[in-house]
């Protein structure tokens, strides 16, 4: 018998459990997330948009809906959409960069819909939106010229990025637009954190993407996945007093 199968079940089933107890929770009443400082700037750099007559640019990053990094995709979706119904609000020019054609129809689809509930529908330009090139350079060569040809006075810069995160961050910085990024890349974290003005850092873009689309089973899922790091705080600090003490018990536990 392999060592850690029972150990390992048992946890998938503590983990699947607490994320089900959130869900029905947030069904019910949805949960508190904290203020996430990237999320809140939003209205802010929209505003300065607005006052200055300029635009503001966004994009989802470099990355498809058919890869593992589809999750911060969706939630880069989502910010978008909110940008978008506070552009329409409030008659902003909008420019949408998408590198993958399948993500193409999703932010189409989502701006245009931002629009309509704000009852915009036919201020919304189809060039809104544009696609550029699923080849990363290609892509970042396009982002950078919109960035520079608009003067854009805000930039939000969300989803899963590469090398060309750094190039978008000083693009920003170079016509004076305020920056928001967000990724859950943890190679490109520190160089939108040392360029931008604000930084969603790994799971908070996620969370702000739930937080937007106030999803009883999104958000639930993430007060479920909060209780499991507490548990496995809790777990990890017993563990390592046992294991100071000299007891073997909770190896004996997690090797079954």
Same mark, same amino acid.
């Given at each position: 018998?392999?060592?850690?199968?029972?150990?390992?079940?048992?946890?998938?089933?503590?983990?699947?459990?607490?994320? $089900?107890?959130?869900?029905?929770?947030?069904?019910?009443?949805?949960?508190?997330? +904290?203020?996430?400082?990237?999320?809140?700037?939003?209205?802010?750099?929209?505003?300065?948009?607005?006052?200055?007559?300029?635009?503001?640019?966004?994009?989802?990053?470099?990355?498809?809906?058919?890869?593992?990094? !589809? /999750?911060?995709?969706?939630?880069?979706?989502?910010?978008?959409?909110?940008?978008? +119904?506070? /552009?329409?609000?409030?008659?902003?020019?909008?420019?949408? /960069?998408?590198?993958?054609?399948?993500?193409?129809?999703?932010?189409?689809?989502?701006?245009?819909?931002?629009?309509?509930?704000?009852?915009? !529908?036919?201020?919304?330009?189809?060039?809104?939106?544009?696609?550029?090139?699923?080849?990363?350079?290609?892509?970042?060569?396009?982002?950078?010229?919109?960035?520079?040809?608009?003067?854009?006075?805000?930039?939000?810069?969300?989803?899963?990025? !590469?090398?060309?995160?750094?190039?978008?961050?000083?693009?920003?910085?170079?016509?004076?637009?305020?920056?928001? /990024?967000? %990724?859950?890349? %943890? %190679?490109?974290?520190?160089?939108?954190?040392?360029?931008?003005?604000?930084?969603?850092?790994?799971?908070?873009?996620?969370?702000?993407?739930?937080?937007?689309?106030?999803?009883?089973?999104?958000?639930?899922?993430?007060?479920?996945?909060?209780?499991?790091?507490?548990?496995?705080?809790?777990?990890?600090?017993?563990?390592?007093?046992?294991?100071?003490?000299?007891?073997?018990? $909770?190896?004996?536990?997690?090797?079954?």
């Amino acid at each position: 018998m392999v060592s850690g199968r029972v150990s390992g079940f048992m946890a998938l089933l503590i983990i699947f459990g607490t994320m $089900m107890l959130g869900i029905e929770r947030a069904k019910k009443q949805l949960p508190t997330i +904290r203020k996430i400082a990237g999320l809140e700037a939003i209205d802010e750099a929209v505003g300065r948009a607005t006052e200055m007559g300029k635009p503001i640019f966004c994009t989802p990053g470099w990355s498809d809906i058919t890869t593992s990094t !589809a /999750a911060p995709t969706f939630a880069a979706l989502d910010i978008i959409h909110h940008v978008a +119904r506070l /552009a329409a609000r409030f008659d902003t020019k909008l420019v949408v /960069a998408i590198a993958y054609p399948n993500v193409f129809p999703l932010a189409e689809q989502v701006v245009r819909q931002a629009f309509v509930l704000e009852g915009k !529908a036919d201020v919304y330009e189809p060039g809104t939106v544009v696609f550029t090139s699923p080849e990363q350079y290609a892509y970042a060569a396009a982002c950078l010229g919109i960035i520079q040809r608009e003067k854009v006075t805000a930039t939000v810069l969300v989803g899963h990025f !590469a090398s060309e995160a750094i190039n978008f961050a000083e693009a920003s910085a170079a016509v004076g637009a305020i920056s928001i /990024a967000g %990724t859950e890349s %943890t %190679t490109q974290l520190p160089f939108f954190t040392a360029a931008c003005d604000y930084t969603m850092i790994g799971e908070e873009l996620l969370a702000a993407g739930a937080y937007i689309s106030q999803d009883p089973v999104r958000l639930g899922s993430i007060n479920g996945q909060d209780y499991v790091k507490l548990f496995s705080f809790i777990w990890i600090l017993i563990g390592s007093l046992l294991t100071t003490i000299g007891s073997v018990w $909770m190896k004996d536990i997690l090797t079954r």
